[in-house]
């Protein structure tokens, strides 16, 4: 029997207009080399609308047309964000960091027809430009030297020209809400980036997730810091949420580094910010250096890598700010697992627990699967792959604009669950611990040696700035860790102290006895541990490996 409740499409449309009317007072505050630049939810409603005409009228963009943008966070890009699903096309967001060969081939892929670019990003597209046949029309979206596009068969615009004196409201369409609404690839390290399309249940469900104290409880009061790039995973939700919740928005846009961002939470208090280790990692060092107030800040969310537990410790006792630490995918929206303390534990306790990836929300179901495609109980110690389902995980990707949906067998189980490719364990009561990628584990004499354990454990010493852990072949062992650190500056440390003092916290066997200090831990696209650079280096014999007995 069919219920009696009206069935009403939950689409990025509502969320526009729920907040541009009911929250039209909240603000995106977009940070700027001079003044930062304030707009309220009211007048990003307005723009959008605008936008939308532009889109539709001059550009001619359709229903479910991809149309990208290659943006910094910023109010521009909030109202790309809110108008492009709204008007039934798809936001194409681009990462700025992928190599060109990357860029050009996902743009290709999404035949994306309408970019919208900031123009301090105009060097990046413009080499791209010739290997782009679909793309017809580049928006330009603030300051930038627009000579670097000369040639271009592409029409150019300018964003402000372009919205000027267009209606401030628009008839948005009815949409079905399973329709798509934004596209992101991922920034996966091994064959082709593989395109995530969610829709607009899938984003709104996401966004009434970030909203709960589950998860980051905005509200009207705070201000909100993505410091995560609008470009992963829809800057993990936080635009579509605030922009339900009313919270108000302070973008950073290109300005990343610890400084200005230390800056811009002094100056405009933010409640709130997201971002991964690498970033809160500067900061912490920035604030630990050169002391600022900070005391607006009541939370930091960290999430894309596993956060390390001195990273927490050291914001919350040294500057009162509490880290929240949380699990996602681009194929899981991102919102996985958040870890807040249960009810009723010590502080020691809540520590623990902290540091886990957290617990899954009701909509995330999971399960472990053993080796043997078994799966595994729910017991804190049993290790196995992470397979998740729910409405907002993906559950295929997608196959470009005349492709079917792929499904690949390493990224799907037969039954339709996501394979995420982390390994981990659960305890009864739904925590998260991920001890590694799956790719990543270290498989020594037949038992496992996590590598996120023993970075935590080296990145807890004081001469240690940042650790990665790689497998390597051993004759005898099958593989045995690699540890590469990057000491702090002045620090003398040497490999038979750290030995020592991981040593004091793990077992005999887990010991790494090949080490190297390399000048920074490489990075991917979204600011990861690229451990797949660690281990061409080492195979080369570019790592200076000394070897301890
Ligand atoms: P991406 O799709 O680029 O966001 O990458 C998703 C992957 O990042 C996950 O499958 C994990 O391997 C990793 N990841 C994300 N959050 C965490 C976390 N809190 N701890 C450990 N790994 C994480």
Known sequence: MLSTMQDVSLTVSRILAHGSTVH???????WTDTDPHRRTFAEVGRRAAQLAHALRDELGVAAEERTATLMWNNAEHLEAYLAIPSMGAVLHTLNLRLPAEQLTWIINHAEDRVILVNGTLLRLLAPLLPQLPTVEHIVVVGPGDRSLLAGTSARLHDYEELLAGRPETYEWPEIDEREAAALCYTSGTTGDPKGVLYSHRSLYLHSLQVNTTEAFALGPR????????????NAWGLPHAAFMAGASLLM???????APLAEMIASQRPTIGAAVPTIWQGLLAELDGNKRDVSSLHTVIIGGSACPPVLMRGFQERHGIRVVHAWGMTETSPLGTVAHPPAGVSDEEEWAYRATQGRFPASVEARLIGPG????????????????????IAGAYFGGAQGQALRPDDKFSPD??????DVGTITPNGYLTLTDRAKDVIKSGGEWISSVELENHLMAHPGVAEAAVVAVPDEKWGERPLATVVVTEGSAVTYEELQAFLGERIA???????????????KTSVGKFDKKVLRRQYADGELKVTRLG
């Open 24 to 30: 039209g007072d909240s603000e995106v505050i977009t």
């Open 222 to 233: 705070d201000l909100a810091l993505p410091v995560v790039p609008m470009f992963h995973v």
């Open 252 to 258: 950073p846009d290109r300005f990343l580094q610890p």
């Open 373 to 392: 495609g078994e799966e595994l109980p729910w017991d804190g110690q049993a290790a196995g792959e992470l397979e998740v389902r729910g409405p907002w």
């Open 416 to 421: 339709g669950w996501l394979r995420t490719g």
């Open 508 to 522: 005999r066997w887990q010991l790494p006895e090949r080490w190297a200090v390399i000048p920074s831990v490489p």
